[in-house]
């Protein structure tokens, strides 16, 4: 990781690559760095995230969404909810992203080694999970059993769709799609049912598997009661928390949860942490 | 009546006046609580500091009693009735203890629907005045020490309440020295006029105490803490500064109940008041508006007639 | 080692004319802040400064960052640190004194903040006994006291008659005093003029942080919050307050970053651009101040984010007294 300069609050410079838009309002952008000392040397872990500029109007966090095993690139997502979301939004390829980062805790990825791995996620929340997925396939063979249950509210709401169709090609990787019930079109060849429901009736073994879920919180709540009930314990679960964040850094006093600094001691956390913190997020 | 107070030992206004208005107030407020006519009495209760007083909210007969009227009471009880103290009216009926600038501006969140007149009970102080800002509230009360504001007041008695605490003492005959100073301003060149307010501008850090403490300053989203548009840039700057003050005056104009809390409340001692006094002086040559101990629905810049002065569209 | 107020103020003197910025206590107008000297009798010992001392090394607003878009192309630009003066920051009360002390730990955790950093090292502080104080102070309930050596490199004591008794405390404050020798005398027998201790109760701060430990939930938090009006006045006075803001100005095309001071009192601070907001209400806000200053910095840093200098309680629009509030929590 070279020494960008002395300033931690100046971003690198990235130019837009790529636009995906994933669905109506969530947009990836995909990024290459200009400096190519900082292209070929920008490393980070599964779980961190970066704040992205959009010059003259801000900063916005968000999880870094490509795989650390993907060189040359970074990738995020996000949907446009304000003015800062809607400035990245205006920007088009070739013009400039800035990227501040990796910054927060990662997955414990060697950990998961030799275990079976449950991804869950809901809507928009696939991004922080998408990065590790990535990483353990092109690591197939250190986990187990992976199985991916990924929702949303429609059809349309699912982003990344088309890995999702990778993703059930391959045959090493068990992927359930659902949408909620009436979010099915004509054409839909997955589940409906929430997500919970969905994870519920696939009864995933908990024996030697990591659960990892990231969704909204309505989804969470009904989730990990499900997780409990397969036998999963919440040191075996996984979850990302997001929060409002300014610097990323730990200075500027905004995104803690008690005294837990969701930039510095997350955003990774296992649910026993998640439990154990007062409930203000 | 004049009087001439150099000896400081000697307190500007009786302090027995203080004393009647406490025991009313206690009397009364006891009096509905165990009635059950309200649920929580807001006044003014005994700080730690020797003088000191801070607002409350007295929902027991206990607390009650120790609800009192000084020259410390200087903080308006109409802000914990609006929007922005929301957790309090959810109590039940209530009674506030308000002086006469307090009640134009219960008044004031009354004409603005933001209240209804039988939701409160109303306990009116006879006011001869309070300390101003920067004051030592351990000290008596004296002429440096009285608010500016207070030697203006034309609404120490208050009307239209359901109870009056306490009477009125004889009031010291003091010089208007806000008007002197709105008098010293208009005397000035705009440009020296705009060096002076830049000046006072400079020292904003944007605490917003003004803001916060502000009965009217009710919006659930300020239309400075937006960011789409950015109205007012957030940086305490001199040119933000100054927008963030203009815009606030502007929208107090019509509203303002001259509590001058805004200007007691800034730490980099801001003399906001004489903004407000100066908008409520143009409104009241404009249009013959003054705020008022009773709600007015139809205020000059919340309705329009054919024939509103229209000479300042130039 | 003494010093006469002549010399302090020459000793001013002759720094400003080494070119070195002398920022102390300066009455502007009706009220006292630290500003820059221009001249060696400008300084005010006789008031405690309306805004504490942070601002020396972590101002209301500055900017980080400037950037253009020009032809499609972006250029960043950042500040030039070595333009930071040389500072030397007088007649600062133990109160404000050791409140740097205090966040150098948060600005250096893990990526050190060059703002701050690079005006700490530029900067000497001279401290100065407090002979004066009022009913709002309570600095010996949480540590300090108005003699309290921290943080400064350079100590005065007033004495009897007039002047001060001078320590150098490290190394900085000996060059300093190295540099103008001349201007200090021999030690003398005058007699330290009599300390201003606050008359507060005294406060068990590992028994507050016990509390603290275990009543995140506490009808406590509603009872002060339901007199807090929100704004930001206590966090942007208090010495040890350090949350901030970073925003763009400008527009699309040339503009600055900036970062500002801000207060996790404020009813938007905590708010997600989804409108969820996990300190939503102002109960929820206060006890993060409490908890924040008395118990999540000793859990992160091991030290207290106060230093008793009283500022929030005189500032407090709705008359909260912080001391009041932690006394209740160490009687239970």
């Known amino acids: 990781m070279c020494d960008h300069n002395k300033n931690i609050y100046k971003p690198y410079l990235a130019t837009i690559d790529a636009i995906v ?5 969530v947009r990836t952008l995909r990024l290459v760095f200009q400096d190519e000392v900082v292209r070929d040397s920008f490393a980070f872990r599964a779980g961190q995230f970066a704040e992205y500029s959009a010059f003259g109007f801000g900063e916005s966090t968000f999880c870094i969404a490509s795989a650390p095993t993907r060189n040359g690139y970074i990738e995020c997502c996000f949907r446009s909810v304000g003015r800062v979301t809607e400035a990245l939004r205006r920007l088009e390829v070739g013009e400039t992203v800035g990227v501040r980062g990796p910054y927060g805790n990662s997955f414990p990825v060697e950990q998961f080694f030799g275990k079976n791995l449950v991804f869950v996620a809901g809507g928009i929340a696939l991004p922080p999970l998408r990065t590790l997925i990535w990483q353990c396939l092109d690591w197939r063979d250190k986990f187990g059993d992976i199985t991916i249950v990924y929702g949303a509210r429609t059809e349309s709401d699912l982003v990344y769709k088309r890995e999702l169709a990778e993703w059930q090609e391959r045959g090493d990787v068990r992927l359930i799609k659902t949408v909620d019930p009436g979010g099915n079109g004509p054409t839909w060849d997955g589940q409906v049912g929430f997500v919970p429901t969905v994870l519920e009736h696939a009864a995933p073994s908990a024996a030697n598997t ?16 499900v997780l409990e009930k397969l036998g999963f314990t919440d040191e075996q679960i996984y979850t990302t928390l997001e929060n409002r964040m300014k610097c990323g850094l730990g200075k500027c006093g905004r995104c803690n949860v008690g005294n837990v600094y969701v930039c510095k001691d997350g955003p990774v956390f296992t649910a026993a942490q998640v439990k154990a913190m007062p409930q203000e997020f | 009546m004049t009087s001439n107070h150099q000896n400081t030992e000697t307190p500007l206004i009786d302090p027995a006046c203080y004393a009647a208005a406490t025991a009313a107030i206690r009397t009364e407020a006891v009096r509905l609580l165990v009635a059950g006519e309200v649920a929580a009495v807001v006044g003014y209760r ?4 020797t003088g000191s007083v801070m607002p409350d909210v007295a929902t027991t ?38 002086k006469g600038c307090d009640l134009r ?92 307010w830049t000046e006072q501008f400079s020292r904003c850090i944007r605490c917003l105490a003004c803001r916060q403490i502000c009965p009217f300053c009710f919006c659930t989203q300020c239309l400075c803490d937006r960011n789409r548009p950015q109205a007012v840039d957030t940086s305490p700057r001199p040119a933000g500064n100054t927008a963030w003050h203009m815009v606030r005056a502007m929208h107090l104009a019509g509203r303002c109940s001259g509590c001058a809390e805004c200007e007691r409340v800034c730490p980099m001692d801001i003399p906001l008041n004489l903004l407000n006094r100066k908008m409520a002086q143009e409104l009241y040559e404009l249009y013959g508006f003054e705020a008022s101990m009773q709600p007015q629905e139809q205020t000059p810049l919340t309705s329009y007639r054919d024939n509103d002065d229209q000479s300042f569209i130039k | 080692m003494t010093l006469t107020l002549d010399n302090l103020h020459r000793l001013i003197d002759a720094l400003l004319a080494k070119k070195v910025r002398v920022v102390g206590p300066k009455r502007t107008g009706a009220i006292t802040v630290y500003a820059p000297l221009a001249k060696g009798t400008e300084l005010d010992l006789d008031q405690l400064p309306r805004r504490s001392a942070k601002e020396v090394f972590f101002p209301p ?30 007649g600062v009360r133990p109160c404000d004194a050791a409140a740097p002390g205090i966040l150098d730990a948060v600005f250096s955790w893990d990526y050190d903040d060059p703002f701050y950093l690079e005006r700490r090292k530029r900067t000497t502080i001279i401290g100065i006994a407090c002979t004066a104080s009022d009913d709002a102070c309570f600095c010996t309930a949480v540590g300090l006291a108005p003699d309290a050596r921290q943080g400064s490199d350079l100590f005065l004591v007033p004495l009897q008659g007039g002047g001060f008794a001078v320590e150098s405390l490290d190394a900085k404050g000996s060059a300093l005093k190295e540099r103008h020798a001349a201007l200090f005398s021999a030690g003398s027998n005058a007699q330290p003029l009599p300390l201003a201790v606050p008359a507060v ?54 503009g600055c970053r900036r970062k500002h001071w801000d207060a996790c009192g404020f009813g938007k601070f905590t708010m997600h651009a989804s409108a969820h907001n996990p ?26 984010l106060c230093t008793g200098c009283g500022r929030c309680i005189r500032w407090c629009p709705v008359g909260i007294d912080i001391k009041a509030v932690l006394d209740e929590i160490n009687g239970k």
């Open chain 3, 201 to 254: 109760d005294p406060l068990d701060l590992a028994k507050v942080k016990a509390w603290l430990d275990e009543n995140f939930e506490h009808p406590l938090w509603q009872e002060i919050a339901d007199r807090c009006a929100g704004c930001g006045a206590c966090a942007f006075l208090c010495p040890a307050c350090h949350c901030f803001d970073i925003v763009d100005e400008g527009g699309e095309g040339s």
């Open chain 1, 210 to 225: 990591i659960a990892l879920v990231c969704g909204p919180p309505v989804m969470i709540k009904f989730t990990l009661p």
């Open chain 2, 61 to 98: 007969v206990e607390a009650a009693g120790q609800l009192l009227f000084s020259p410390a009471c200087q903080n308006n009880l109409a802000l914990f009735l609006s929007k922005a103290k929301r957790e309090v009216l959810p109590h039940g009926r209530v009674a506030i203890v308000v």
């Open chain 2, 105 to 196: 501006a219960l008044a004031g969140l009354i004409g603005e629907s933001q209240l209804r007149r039988d939701e409160v009970h109303v306990i009116g102080v006879a006011c001869p005045g309070v300390f101003g800002a920067n004051a030592d509230l351990s000290k008596p009360l004296s002429a440096e020490g009285l608010a500016r504001k207070c030697r203006a007041c034309k609404v120490h008695l208050p009307e239209g309440v359901d109870l009056v605490a306490g009477t009125l003492p004889p009031l010291p005959d003091l010089p208007d020295l806000e008007a002197e100073e709105i008098a010293r301003l208009e005397a000035m060149t705009p440009q020296e006029r705009w060096a002076f």
């Open chain 2, 46 to 49: 005994a700080g730690r500091r």
């Open chain 1, 21 to 25: 838009d994933e669905t109506p309002d």
């Open chain 3, 61 to 90: 607003c500055e900017t980080i960052l400037s950037f253009e878009k020009r032809d499609g192309k972006t250029t960043v630009s950042d500040p030039d640190l070595d333009l930071l003066p040389e500072t030397v920051l007088i």
């Open chain 3, 279 to 304: 300190r939503d209400v102002q109960a929820q806000r206060y006890r993060n101040r409490i908890m924040h200053k008395f118990k999540y910095y000793a859990d992160k840093f091991g030290q207290t």
